[in-house]
């Protein structure tokens, strides 16, 4: 038996679906059950595969229980934590402390998020069980979500560049399907409802595009209903980005190889 644990951002939701539901290799999915894996396990579902939701209290056991063969755990952790960089750290320190035991290896769907999650695998290089977070193709740790979706820090930075210093608000399909939430989870409004109120707050930090990233993960034309709802809204001017998906994929592969012992530890 081999299990490969993923603690990751719902902005990753995606992403996820996308290469465990692809993985032949995978003989079960298992979810821990919380308010914000509803959307992951349902898409999951939706895509073909069968998932097993358990509470981390008796995961381990629900894990042991299984046979033989590649198994994925997945914990979503809630998006509200990106507003405190040091809740954040200490929440994922100790779900990976948590899930080390029954873990062959641990893959952080996260970037650095305010610098959070720097030093995580040094830090915690003493659980005995290898630890693995998103990297871009110069073994770079990437920003955030963001930054995944364009390939790694050097892309972001260019596509930064390109707007010549006028904000852009990034938004990936699971940004727009959800971006009332989101506002107010990760607390970039007061209110999102407020429109008047969303909108001067975002021209007073000198937002005026709406960069619509496209991973190729969504239906296209419901992704690009939400966005130009959301730009109208909020009066920014779209601008079309080439997103990718070949990050969060390389990622996965070097830990999901790693833990069945044909590629080499973080």
């Known amino acids: 038996m081999s299990v490969l644990t993923i603690i990751g951002c719902r902005m990753f939701e995606d992403e996820l679906v996308h290469v465990l539901s692809r993985d032949e290799q995978v003989k079960r999915i298992l979810v821990v059950d919380s308010e914000d894996a509803r959307g992951l396990i349902e898409k999951l579902e939706k895509a073909g595969s069968e998932v097993i939701v358990e509470p981390l209290a008796t995961m381990g056991e629900a894990v042991q229980g299984l046979g033989e063969g590649l198994f994925v755990v997945v914990d979503v952790l809630e998006l509200a934590l990106h507003n405190d960089p040091e809740r954040l750290k200490e929440v994922v320190y100790e779900r990976i402390e948590d899930v080390a035991e029954f873990s062959d290896g641990i893959l952080l769907f996260y970037g650095l998020c305010g610098s959070s999650l720097t030093h995580v695998e040094r830090d915690l290089a003493w659980i005995g069980c290898p630890l693995f977070i998103l990297r871009d193709e110069e073994g770079l740790i990437v920003d955030d979500c963001i930054g995944a979706a364009l390939g790694g820090r050097e892309p972001y930075l260019r596509t930064l560049r390109g707007?010549?210093?006028?904000?852009?608000?990034?938004?990936?399909?699971?940004?727009?399907?959800?971006?009332?939430?989101m506002l107010k989870k990760s607390k970039v409004t007061p209110d999102p409802d407020d429109?008047?109120?969303?909108?001067?707050?975002?021209?007073?930090?000198?937002?005026?595009?709406?960069?619509?990233?496209?991973?190729?993960?969504?239906?296209?034309?419901?992704?690009?209903?939400?966005?130009?709802?959301?730009?109208?809204?909020?009066?920014?001017?779209?601008?079309?980005?080439?997103g990718s998906t070949r990050l969060v994929e390389g990622s996965y592969m070097r830990a999901r190889d790693a833990v069945l012992g044909r590629g080499a530890w973080a």
Request: glycine share 6%.
């Open 163 to 181: 707007f010549d210093g006028v904000g852009a608000f990034f938004i990936t399909p699971m940004w727009a399907a959800n971006w009332r939430e």
């Open 195 to 242: 429109i008047t109120m969303s909108k001067f707050l975002f021209q007073h930090v000198g937002y005026r595009y709406a960069a619509k990233l496209d991973t190729g993960l969504s239906d296209p034309e419901e992704f690009e209903h939400n966005v130009r709802k959301f730009a109208e809204l909020f009066e920014f001017d779209v601008v079309e980005l080439k």
